[in-house]
């Protein structure tokens, strides 16, 4: 029986030779070259194939090269028994009674600052310390009774909540995505924002998508914007629309992609200042990039016009956007019959997807290329 991990690199079609090489490349592309020699590293895949050897810190990197997670290429590890401390019910009641308006607005800080970095890093950089931020925010909850406290650390921790599920989706984890993006929601109600909710259900209609249901996320898109009502922003009503539409091209509907697009870009309002929702970044760059993806999946001729406007006004911050708006280019030429097109765009994707370590592009990229050979 073969490996995990072989028959990844069997996927591939790459000998233990050419993986070496190329992991040695994708390290030094990240300003962390690999101090093994060649030959020496082909010997460790060879060890790890055959369980003789732990990947240890080449984990994150054999993952980002084949696009698979850690339990994909059967790197998951028995974690020990978690010993939970016992901790005195006043001493965690005195320590949320700390939490103060300004020690909400740090928290507020820490996630805008953790949501920049990953926009420009990727998921990889930050998936943890949202973690962690999320942890923390969830244990105050968890002790704070106080009613205007709790609503304001409900909002921040709703916000955190979702940024980690998209982390964690972006890294291929769909399960693990669908509970934070729950405690979104969950945070979202006990903070009686509407906009909170409606932002987490629509999020969270992705990871119907990545696994194939897109059915159920039309469903569940359009409870997001049932539960959105006219309570909403300008911009956020924009993104519902769009999201919508993206559920509707997946699941084969035609008008009612067109319709949810024509009404995303009706809605999208002249100033796209964020200071309201500053977890969407949408404008006219963005959403026409959005309308290009769209009409990419119903296989529309216009999609490569909207998807080569966006690309002219990429903004150099955002990295992961720039990953898919290649993918979509390479998919669209591949449908027009360029090859030699198709297979440029996606390379450029793939080696942004690889730079930010997002699995769930460099799926969607290997699909592409696929298709392409």
């Given at each position: ?9 069997d ?42 050897r ?39 009641l ?10 909400i ?10 949501r ?34 709790r ?15 998209w ?28 906009e ?39 911009l ?65 001729s ?38 030699a ?12 997807a ?20």
């Open positions: 029986m073969t490996s995990a991990l072989r028959d990844a690199r996927a591939h079609g790459w000998t233990l030779e050419q993986t070496a090489a190329r992991l040695i490349r994708l390290a030094e592309s990240r300003g962390a070259p690999i101090s093994a020699s060649r030959a020496s590293l082909r010997q460790m895949i060879s060890d790890m194939e055959r369980g003789r732990k990947p240890g810190h080449y984990k994150p990197l054999l993952c980002d090269l084949f696009g698979r997670t850690p339990d994909e290429l059967g790197f998951a590890e028995e974690q020990p028994p978690t010993v939970t401390p016992v901790v005195d019910l006043g001493e965690m005195t320590r949320a009674s700390a939490v103060t308006p300004t020690a607005a740090d928290l507020q800080r820490q996630v805008d600052g953790l920049a970095l990953d926009r420009q890093l990727g998921s990889p950089a930050v998936v943890e310390p949202t973690r962690q931020l999320v942890r923390t925010m969830q244990e105050l909850m968890a002790h704070v009774f106080a009613g205007g406290t609503q304001a650390l409900a909002v921040v921790l709703s916000d955190a909540a979702a940024l980690n599920a982390q964690v989706l972006n890294a291929g984890d769909v399960r693990q995505a669908w509970e934070l993006h729950n405690l979104a929601r969950t945070a979202g109600l006990e903070s009686g924002r509407p909170l909710l409606a932002h987490a259900m629509g999020e969270q209609t992705y990871g119907l998508l990545d696994i194939g249901r897109p059915a159920d996320a039309v469903q569940l898109a359009e409870a997001a914007r049932e539960a959105a009502g006219n309570r909403v922003p300008p956020l009503q924009t993104w519902l629309q769009a999201a919508a539409a993206e559920a509707y091209a997946s699941a084969g509907d035609a008008a009612s992609c067109r319709t949810a697009l024509d009404a995303a870009a009706r809605s999208l309002p002249q100033d796209t200042d964020n200071t309201e929702t500053p977890y969407l970044s949408l404008d006219e760059w963005h959403l026409e990039r959005w309308r290009g993806n769209i009409l990419a999946k119903l296989g529309d216009a999609a490569l016009d909207s998807l080569l406007v966006a690309l002219d006004g990429t903004p150099a911050t955002y990295v992961r956007a720039t990953a898919a708006l290649h993918c979509d280019i390479a998919q669209s030429l591949a449908v027009r019959g360029d090859r097109g198709s297979l440029r765009h996606a390379q450029q994707a793939r080696t942004l690889r730079q930010t370590g997002s699995i769930r592009q460099l799926r969607r990229i290997e699909a592409v290329m696929k298709r392409t050979a």
